[in-house]
């Protein structure tokens, strides 16, 4: 459970969430207690690191969904209609590849664990997880 010096720290760390009420980033230290596992990490402050940068990628993810519901009138568009796909010039037409979020995905990464590479948190996780856990190549 996330106690008020936890909220504290992370608002501290992370000058983004200053304005974030104390019950979101709760929630999302809580979250991150359910998927993260202190017992497997080897350095206890590592694990304090990766637990609010895992928290903070949430509450990223989270703003960004809620931007896009904002922008899209609450319809629930996906981000990907925000860009322009093509322009019309008179009888000209110009048209752009659609983006594509994952496109370029890592294939080391497990079931749900694209969306880390989503937010700048997410990447310094992943990078902090690798610190702790280094791949392992058995031949």
């Not at 990907?80 to 000209?92: K, P, T």
Request: proline letters at 3%; aromatic letters at 10%.
């Amino acid at each position: 459970m996330a106690t008020a010096q936890d909220i504290r720290a992370f608002k501290a760390r992370f000058s983004d969430f200053k304005l974030t009420d104390d019950a979101s980033i709760a929630a999302v230290l809580n979250t991150a207690d359910v998927f993260l596992d202190p017992r497997v990490w080897p350095s206890a402050r590592d694990f304090a690191l990766a637990r609010m940068y895992w928290a903070a990628h949430l509450l990223s993810l989270m703003q960004m969904n809620s931007a896009n519901a904002t922008l899209s009138g609450g319809a629930g568009g996906s981000s990907a209609d925000l860009f322009v796909r093509e322009i019309h010039i008179g009888e000209r037409t110009v048209m752009f590849q659609q983006r594509r979020t994952f496109e370029k995905s890592d294939t080391g990464t497990g079931p749900g664990e694209e969306m880390l590479t989503a937010t700048l948190y997410g990447q310094l996780f992943i990078q902090l997880r690798t610190r702790n856990f280094p791949l392992v190549m058995v031949l």
